[in-house]
Every structure is written in C-alpha cells, then in structure tokens.
C-alpha cells in the first residue's frame, strides 16, 4: 500500500521527478538539463523549496520524451501552446513523483531554441538529485536562469541576496555577462538588469516591458505576437488568443467542461478583452490629449 501523496514533502517528489525524467530520457537517448529547485547550487536555491521538477529538454527530443513518459504513467496537466503566452513548457503529472514541467526552450533565451541548448550542454557540469546523475547547466548558466525567472515572474532581479551575491564576485558575474549573447538573452537580461530602454525598437521590447511593468492579459498577448520573429508565428498567436483554455478550465472545475461552459468562457473572454482595449485606447487618448 502506498502513501498518501500529500504525505511526501513536495521537495522531496520534486527530486525523485527529477530523476524519474532523467531516467526516462536516458533509455531513449535524449539530452536534458535539470534548471531551477533542487537542480541548483545551494547558494542559488529558494528559502521555500521546488515543488515541482524544471528541465530543459533538448528541442529536437521534446516529442520522444514526452511520449516515453506517457507509457510510464504520467498524465499530460498542460500543454505547450495552452501552459503560458511563451509556450515554453508542457506540464507532466505523476501519480507518485507530482509535477514535471519539460521546457523546450527558456523565456527568454528563445529566439534559437536549439542553438541555446548546445550552448548550455556544452558548459553542463554533473549533478545528482535524488541519488541519480542529472547534468545541470554550469554556474553561470544556473545565474543566468535564475535571473530570467525572477524577470518573468515579476520579482525583483538587482536585490534578489542570490543575484548580489554572485554580482560580488567579478570573475562568475563576468561569466554569466559572457553567457547572455551565446544564448540571444540581450533584450531580457538588458530588462533583469534596468536596461531595458537601450534595447527600443527591438521585437521584444515590448514584451519585457508588459513584463517588467505590468498590463492586463491582452497587452501581455499581444506584445508576444510583436515579439514573434515570423508571420506564420504571429497569426497562431492572434488565432490563440480568444481561445478558452479548456485545460485550465478543467483543473478549476475538477471535470471535463460542458460546451455550455466553454461557451461562457469564451463570450467573458471577448467581454474581458474588449474592456481591456478600450481602456487601453482612452489611457492613449487621455496622453495625447492637450
């Protein structure tokens, strides 16, 4: 008989899920860096711990692993295009391990995502979570990430105790610095950093500005659909955006959704939407107004 799930501290399946995902990707040869939680250096760890496993999957091996973790019993929570704007990551479920969180490419450091990844497994060191070999990316790439999260999640980057700590060290802030253009990461890094007005007039700018600063779920949207660096890119964004997210719909109900349901998803979507832009339009008006 098995323990209850609740019962395992969320920290410790976070590590067997590490490792439980390593284990897969290894018998069907795909290559994957453990990122964030328990995958860091000490130093670079949060007070409150992971709960769920972050890894970054090779692009060209995301489909395989993740049809090998389908056979293992683990549940598709999210996917890519429904998990967040940036559609970086699919979430997995585990019955016994939790939550895995598989990126095919890191918010942003993703404007070449295979590019960035050769670059980060070339300076991977070797870990081990939960008594299992997991690569990690290196020092500076392990700053690196830290720094971009805490971007994306709107927490603070320059007196983050982590960040100041290794800014106090010239030779590993050197590294990291080093590290942002091999990975595209100017623009964010620029943003993490305060800088984000040196980079006006790229296609992200926009986006980390809505980041750094706020804005409602349309202005979030649509400067990703200005980021995006193709046409065919930003009109499966624009397509996306009404759309009701029927998984997250589903996890908030605890049951597959009714078309009824769905439907009054998508019209308080619409109204929602358009509420936003016009409010967006009178803020506009109102500044351009003598």
Same mark, same amino acid.
């Given at each position: 008989m098995s323990a209850a799930? /609740?019962?395992?501290?969320?920290? #410790? %399946?976070?590590?067997? !899920?590490? !490792? !439980?995902? =390593? =284990?897969?990707?290894? %018998? @069907? &040869? #795909? %290559? #994957?860096?453990? @990122?964030? &939680?328990? !995958? #860091? /250096?000490?130093?670079?760890?949060?007070? &409150? &711990?992971a709960t769920d496993a972050d890894i970054l999957v090779d692009p060209e091996g995301v489909g395989l692993l993740l049809a090998e973790l389908t056979t293992l019993g683990w549940d598709r929570y999210s996917d890519f295009l429904t998990g967040s704007p940036f559609g970086h990551a699919a979430t997995m479920h585990h019955p016994h391990w939790g939550y895995a969180d598989l990126h095919r490419f890191f918010p942003g450091m993703h404007q070449d995502p295979q590019a960035t990844f050769e670059e980060l497994w070339a300076g991977r060191q070797q870990g081990e979570i939960a008594g299992f070999p997991c690569p990690v990316p290196s020092a500076a790439g392990q700053v690196l990430v830290l720094v971009l999260n805490n971007l994306r999640n709107r927490r603070a980057v320059l007196t983050d105790p982590r960040v100041a700590q290794v800014q106090a060290e010239p030779k590993a802030w050197a590294q990291v610095e080093a590290l942002v253009p091999r990975v595209h990461a100017d623009v964010a890094f620029g943003a993490a950093m305060g800088r984000l007005e040196e980079h006006r007039g790229t296609r992200e700018y926009w986006m980390w500005k809505v980041t750094t600063e706020g804005g409602s779920r349309s202005a979030e949207w649509l400067a990703r659909v200005r980021a995006e660096p193709t046409l065919r890119g930003r009109a499966g964004l624009l397509l996306r955006v009404p759309l009701v997210n029927t998984e997250v719909l589903e996890h908030q109900l605890g049951r597959p959704p009714t078309r009824a349901e769905v439907g009054r998803e998508f019209v308080h979507r619409g109204r929602q939407g358009a509420r936003e832009l016009r409010s967006a339009l009178a803020r506009r008006w109102r500044r351009r107004a003598p």
């Open positions: 799930p /609740d019962l395992v501290p969320r920290r #410790v %399946r976070a590590a067997f !899920a590490h !490792a !439980a995902v =390593q =284990q897969a990707a290894t %018998r @069907i &040869g #795909v %290559r #994957v860096l453990h @990122i964030k &939680g328990v !995958a #860091v /250096d000490d130093d670079l760890r949060s007070r &409150g &711990g």
